[in-house]
């Protein structure tokens, strides 16, 4: 029996949806300004420490401050003969921006975060850097707290001064120089009181900067007129004749439009298409990467001074494979593509015309990114696997071989573990790929302490990353598994709208077949899983938590989305309905009914024990969900033990220090530890 739980009131509020009646007792927590929720929230977070192992949360946030001060790095970006990248030394909290020109140059700090963090005494992030064409200048953004509301500044790479140019709520922008560098096209939110409150993350607009205006007198060049929902990408010509704009409003659909930007007139290139467009400049033609009759994705061409009429007349370079075409970068003479063979990475390089140059010699069982100019032929890859945190291999033009530049160290040595994939049959026979984690010497005797892990949702893939987060638990003996189900983006198009919708529920369904492997092969039992996931990853733990909690001992459900009949009304959620569905209409109401995890919770079910996190800054998804969750579970379910830690100063994930990243770490090991009997 666990210790009374503070005190929560109900207040029932009773909605009718389309003919159900339905009671929320909690949602008064909601309003994460009211004063009530607010000591509310530190009520459950004094709660939350005295039931979490303070000896061990401490000596697991011992190992991880060594871990996670480990020096790490961003792969290089060249810019006329500069090259920027970002790195984080032991000492430091946050990366810092470095510069150096050459290869064999000086590193020089161009942005230290970590001094305004002591400055301003709150989080900083930099959540974004640009150079210009020759190097001249930096735009970059930064943001406080976690919010991920990014002010733009720009930086005299040559006086190491910010021009008085400052752009607020440029959030996550992408920034399109012209080659004179006088201006840069950039996107940005409206200003608070320009729309109603509820919509002030919405509404992004392109707009024109020239260096030493106000961004008052911004020209807008795209989105007069266009729904709130737009979201946009960009890019330049070299010679700065073109702005190729990309809009979508889900993870389903693009639209590709060309800018003139002598007169700012807009060509429509694709719209009202049902499929995914990501367009390029290649040389003196635009490319589109495209899953447009092509499940697996493929590449076409076609000049801009002569576009035809229909995409069919386009010129296919990269014909659709068996695989996954999973990205495509753009140097100043060739095509770097990146293959998902079964959840890992393959790179070719081709030409604009799609012959092959060459295939890159990537380790197995390895996860890579790629940095590059698109007017430059230098290539950056970085590779990380389950054990190796990063190596930055150098690709100097298309014909090279790589070769090592950089290499992180290790710090967990593979020679003691075992990586295996494999497959599991989906309730519907689907097979979905898994990958299991742990040491050379397991036993398979169904009582291994055992975590499970996923995500499923808007295309994201997956891939094998670095665990160094759960060197502790490993190196205990525990195991660690990755399941790649679907809604998320490992097999194409088709995957990923098998999972979402009306078939929403296939995500859930092949969650609990990977953990149904886990026990039928002896890796571990109910009583010794927990399963963790995050954000869509939150959502879904939380949905196989009240489907099958007789599977599952603990359950970590971080950044959650929880209330699906109400999570289009806050922060950026109405985006999400095309991949939920949207409770506002009947027929999509009733798929949502069957699996929202916050009205699935019954009073005469005994569910796992529950570590629920959240952030009061989280600009993507609402704190509310956690507390609204929490406060239902504790008031239903006494047997179980339901906790709730609310973090300040930071937001949904992206700009933490080492510091926050560490507390998260070892509570979330801390908890696990507990509840499913890690040997300590």
Known sequence: MMPHYPKTKKDSVIDGIHGDEVIDNYRWLEDGKNKEVQHWIQDQNNFTDANLSSNLVTTF??????EFRNEIFSNYYPSNGKYFWTERKPEDDQPILYMKQGLE???????????????????VSLDYWHPSPSGQYLAYGLSEGGTEIATMYILNLSTMENLEDEIPRARYSQVAWLPDESAFYYKRLPQIGEVPPSEENYHAKLYKHELGRSFKSD?????EGRSKNDMYGFIISKNGKYLLVRVAQNWNTSEVFLVDTSTNRATEIVSNIDAVFTPYFAGNDIVLYTNYKAPFLRVIKASPENLPESLDEWKEIIPESQYKLDSVKITENSLIATYLVDVINKIHVYDFEGSKIQGLDIPPMS???CSLNSNESEVFVSISNFFSQKTMLYLENREANLKELRKAPA???????VVKQEWVKSKDGVKVPIFIIHKKDLVLNGKNPTILNGYGCHGIVKNPYYLGGYKPWLQRGGIFALANIRGGGEFGEEWHRAGSLSKKQNTFDDFIACSEYLI???????????IVGGSNGGLMVGAVMTQRPDLYKAVVCKVPVLDLYRFHLFLIAERWVHEFGDPRKKEEFEWLKKWSPYHQIKEDTTYPNVFFTTSVNDKRVDPLHARKMTALMQSNNLESKVLLRTYFDVGH????????????SAETLGFFAIELGLDI
């Not at 946030?61 to 060594?66: D, H, K, M, Q, V």
Request: glycine fraction near 10%; avoid cysteine.
């Open 61 to 66: 946030s011992s190992e991880l401050e060594e």
């Open 367 to 369: 996860t890579t990114s």
């Open 653 to 664: 994930g992206p700009g933490r220090t080492v510091k926050q990243r560490v507390k998260d």
């Open 411 to 417: 710090h967990i040595d593979d020679n003691d573990y």
């Open 520 to 530: 039928e092969h002896k890796y571990t039992s109910s009583k010794q899983l927990g």
């Open 219 to 223: 020209q807008m060049i795209f989105g």
């Open 105 to 123: 140059g000086n590193p020089q700090k161009i942005i230290d975060t970590n001094i305004l963090m002591k400055q301003r005494g709150k989080t």
